[in-house]
């Protein structure tokens, strides 16, 4: 899975194979986007949710997606170290990611790295971004179910966690629940919910729960949350409909990619040197030099 | 100008047509990039600069792009307060530019904007931007001379702007002169170039001057070391090497843009829906998917 994954992250011309080869395996886990700011607590949030899973028997896959770094597999020490009770269980697989500074790399990468953890057999897998501007949202239309982590005593966590991703989480979990202030924020988000909410079809009502993470109180309410969103996804249908914008979505985005990578191919040629020097001397207009670009491309 | 420039934005369907009209007048303008963290004044800075370019009877064309709004034309509303005294000279023309939250927006409209300001006969066009993240450098690669502001007193100004653009500025000012300590920022930018400088072929020594803009105090100075870093950029073939990788990444730039535009094109397509139902069974995988796709793209 590791080398998969790696296989995914630096786009090697195996790709396209393995994921033929994989196809028939996927579409069978329950893929849980994580999300929140730092220091809400996610990788112990991950961590105990893992745990309970486990007592369960159940596989499960995290990816530490870390939209902002360009460096991989150690990009999120800290996180590594608060998930090492799990490293020797080879019934958990744990695999950070980093979009590599790309532009789009986050929509690119990071469904095909979950459809390795999904043909792998994980009855769950966890997607946990750092809660990073637009990179909130993009996960969560990776997910099935998307977790939108707040911590009391944030100052307007509320007040800043607005900004889209309170319209596409499923499940609010205030964590760090045994600090001064939890019922509070809890309060303050049931109330934006109320007032601003929009009940998928079917009607799931979104839970707002409080955790310590650290402790392991609420983890059960928390997976059972989970198990009900899941249910519902499959009786409303919803499931199918989430999971059919997903992969349209993954389609557009790797056709854009091979695109990109067949103009890059041409960089170093002498065809875009050639037209360059025409654009700049007002021979030609940059969008005729991008139509007769386009006609020497040849998508891988 | 205005509505060339909203044509720019919207990417009207007459925009084509538009550049290869405005090709054979463009290239004669001298494009400075400004750039700098919030608060160095970089408004102020571009107001002064102008007025100091009016005295010369140069005109003068103003971009300000906010590479973090996806709102347009009033954005950078206190901006465009700061240069109301230049809105009644009609040697001057200044216009605020939102690149819509789209990646690659900056990449791809500003460009064209600014060949917009550069066929209309400016002598000088300023591409002011917010320094948020990568865009500094962004906005460097389209410019024939970037400068970087910075502040006295603004904490670590010299280490906050290291990231990138310290080795893409060509002009280096310290702002609000005024101010205690600017002195000592002048000081600290000189050690950082000293120990990291890359002179560029034929040796341009980037300069460090000290201004107050609000005041007026060291802009005709600046004036004189943008002049001559254009000399240089003549002289040393320098100038048409970075117009012909400005002009290539643009070419690029629009030709990704239109196959992405080709693909949104089969978004509602019952194609792409029928390729993500495929997906989703594990009939299809979504690099098979991507290939189809591109298939029945038909490039703009």
Redesign the interface.
């Known amino acids: 899975m590791a080398r998969l994954i790696s296989l995914v992250e630096d786009r090697g011309p195996g790709?396209?194979a393995v994921?033929?080869a994989?196809?028939?395996?996927?579409?069978r886990a329950h893929v849980v986007g994580v999300t929140g700011a730092p220091g809400v607590g996610k990788s112990t949030s991950t961590s105990a949710f893992v745990t309970a899973l486990r007592a369960q028997d159940r596989r499960v896959g995290v990816l530490a997606v870390d939209p902002s770094s360009p460096f991989s597999g150690g990009a999120l020490l800290g996180d590594r170290v608060r998930m090492s009770e799990h490293t020797t269980d080879d019934g958990v697989f744990i695999r950070s990611m980093a979009t590599r500074g790309h532009?789009?790399g986050l929509a690119w990468a990071t469904?095909?790295a979950l459809?390795v953890l999904d043909a792998a057999g994980c009855d769950v897998v966890l997607a946990e971004t750092v809660g990073v501007g637009q990179s909130e949202v993009e996960v969560a239309g990776l997910a099935d179910t998307t977790v939108l982590l707040l911590a009391p005593g944030m100052g307007d966590g509320v007040q800043a966690a607005k900004a889209g991703v309170l319209e596409v989480a499923d499940v609010f979990v205030v964590n760090k629940a045994d600090r001064d202030g939890a019922e509070q924020t809890a309060r303050d988000l049931r109330n934006v919910l109320a007032i601003g909410a929009q009940p998928g079809p079917g009607g799931w009502e979104r839970p707002v729960l409080c955790t310590s993470a650290a402790r392991g109180d609420g983890i059960a309410e928390l997976v059972a949350a989970l198990d009900a969103h899941r249910r519902w996804l499959d009786a409303s249908g919803e499931r199918?409909r989430r999971?059919?914008?997903r992969?349209?979505a993954?389609?557009?985005a790797?056709?854009?990619e091979?695109?990109?990578a067949g103009?890059?191919d041409l960089?170093g040629a002498d065809g875009?040197?050639h037209?360059?020097?025409q654009?700049?001397?007002?021979?030609?207009?940059?969008?005729?030099?991008?139509?007769k670009?386009?006609g020497r491309?040849r998508?891988a």
Chains 1, 2 share one sequence.
């Not at 654009?279 to 139509?291: N, T």
């Open positions: 790709l396209p994921a033929e994989l196809a028939p395996h996927t579409g532009l789009g469904p095909q459809r199918i999971r059919n914008a992969a349209a993954e389609i557009q790797i056709a854009v091979k695109v990109r103009i890059d960089r875009l040197a037209l360059a020097r654009v700049v001397a007002g021979e030609l207009d940059p969008y005729r030099a991008a139509d670009l386009l491309v998508p």
